[in-house]
């Protein structure tokens, strides 16, 4: 036996053996509803420290050098456990709130840093120097060597599963009933991927060659990128920037292009002593790395006016942190190219390296006290409403529920507390109270009347179509944002009325229509929003004065021996 195979043997495999037991009994608590599952903060926490830490030894422990490799790697891994344990400390211990979104975020900023982490710990635990050259080509070795482990895992749990499939099918439930087992499967998942990026350090060549196989195709796409980039700006002062600020997503559009042209650039230009293109070529990449400072101050443009008008949000915070990142390479990638001419690609290697330490930080401190994206979303849309930028009937109090997590949930409790308005506050106390069983009637009826508008003030929603209402949990999910409305019409002429519950909110609407049927039970039917405007004053005024039409649909359905066909409306049809 080899000085490598014993080190595996020694120290990997009982770590492998050690993490699926961890693993098991985490789940299991979960599962059984016992200790550490009735505290986020160290569900959250210890699930991080058993898959990171185990997770970087897999895929880089070495004998030679070992001490080393972890002086960096256990600071790292505990540094991540605290912050799991600030992000399970977000999370409601009752279902007052969904915060998903913030494990979901903690997971992918995690996955980021702690590739970029394993690069430097492989080249320090080397005693190697750390430049941006060898940085690179680790992080395509990592990155690839984890995209197949995974890919080894998943594919043998789909055979697994597909075995289970086949013996059911002759009577045999054994194979299945075991994959069903968390003390079954959660160990087969761990050793596979361990297994996997074991056995991958041997075949370092291998990822070598997809590696290669990559920056070919990059090296064919770049130009194309190159020539879209330049042509784009160029078209600005033709076009106006109008249109372009029409679409919602434009500047995420910037982004992209950016994050496109920096990734491509780089993948191709890794190395400063083989230039790749003839010498024209690399003047059309030179001129379209010099409109990169273009699209950032498009982006943060488009960026502020968002903010400026409707405050910030966690994703539009992503996109200042995403914007200023691709900024800085940018300006830097430019002043290198003017100031350092000749050794311009030298620079921005260097500028790379510093770049990358930067957004490393910036990962980390979003998921911790120092820069909570929710915390500053609640902030800056709870000052909208005191500065009176936004009304409180306008006010959209289902996305602190939504997107906001437990800095939400706190700044409602707050705003409920010392506002005057009674419909903002009902539409508060509706939001949280009782989620997981249905209150006490009479109380919820009170509290919800309070925010809905009724258009017609003589003819009250029948008690039944409110039990209705409160059985199905329809308060839920319909005016928990800006408005309410119940509005009365007779939908379908037959003489009685149906009831519309409609939730407005900026220039677009939702709702839901209640009928009674012959047993004088209600039925729902949910309404499809076929037109839309970009006049939200016109809505609302229709809406206020109950001011409606029925129209007759243009084509009827077509019954053939049972069957029923129908045309389908094309919205932009339309609006045309």
Known sequence: MTQKQHFILR?????????????VWLYLAVDNGNWPAQSPTWLVGLVTLTIVFPGLCYLRLERAGWRRFLTLVVPYSLLLSVLGMYIGAQQPQQELFNNDALIVTFVLCALITTLKLLNVATLYSRGEPITYRQLYELSWQHF???????????????????????????????????LDEPWVSIPVLTCAFAGAAIALRSMLSAVENIEKLLKILAKF??????????TFIASLPFTGLESLWRLENSTLMLLWMQASLLFFFNTVYSR????????????????????????????HYGLWLRIEQYGLTVSRGWGVL??????????????????????????????????????????????????????????????????????????????????????GFEALQQIQQHTDNDSLKA????????????????????????????????????????QFIHSNNFYKYYGQGASLYLIAADVNQDQQLEWLLLHQQHNYLQGVMFTE???????????QVANATDDEEQIKQALAAGEFTL??????????????????????????
């Open 144 to 178: 690839i060597q984890f995209s197949l482990c995974c890919f080894f895992a998943l594919a043998l749990w789909l055979i697994l599963l597909l075995g289970g499939e086949l013996f059911s099918t002759i009577g045999i439930e054994i194979l299945a009933d075991l």
């Open 322 to 407: 995403i914007s200023a990142t691709l900024a800085y390479f940018a300006f830097s990638y430019c002043g290198a190219i003017i100031v350092k001419r000749q050794q311009w690609l030298i620079w921005v290697h260097k500028i790379n390296v510093i770049g990358c330490a930067a957004l490393f930080m910036a990962l980390l401190a979003v998921n911790s006290p120092l820069a909570n994206l929710q915390q500053l979303s609640a902030q800056s849309q709870v000052h909208r409403l005191q500065s009176g930028q936004v009304s409180a009937d306008e006010f959209d109090v289902y996305y602190f529920y939504r997107e906001l997590g437990k800095a």
């Open 272 to 299: 400063t002593d083989a230039l790749p293109y003839y010498r024209w070529w690399r003047g059309v990449m030179l001129l379209a790395l010099l409109t990169l400072p273009l699209y950032a101050m498009l982006a």
């Open 11 to 23: 120290w990997l495999v009982p770590q492998a053996l050690l993490q699926s037991a961890l693993l």
């Open 427 to 466: 539409r508060i106390v509706r939001l949280y109270a009782n989620r997981d069983e249905p209150s006490d009637f009479e109380k919820w009826q009170s509290q919800w009347l309070q925010g809905v508008r009724i258009a017609d003030a003589a003819n009250q929603p029948p008690s039944s179509l409110l």
């Open 221 to 230: 796409l770049l130009p194309v990128l190159a020539v879209l980039a330049i």
């Open 551 to 576: 129209t007759t649909p243009q084509w009827q359905h077509i019954d053939i021996g049972g069957a029923r066909l129908s045309v389908p409306v094309n919205i932009y049809e339309q609006q045309e």
């Open 517 to 527: 049927n012959q047993q004088q039970q209600w039925q729902s039917y949910h309404l």
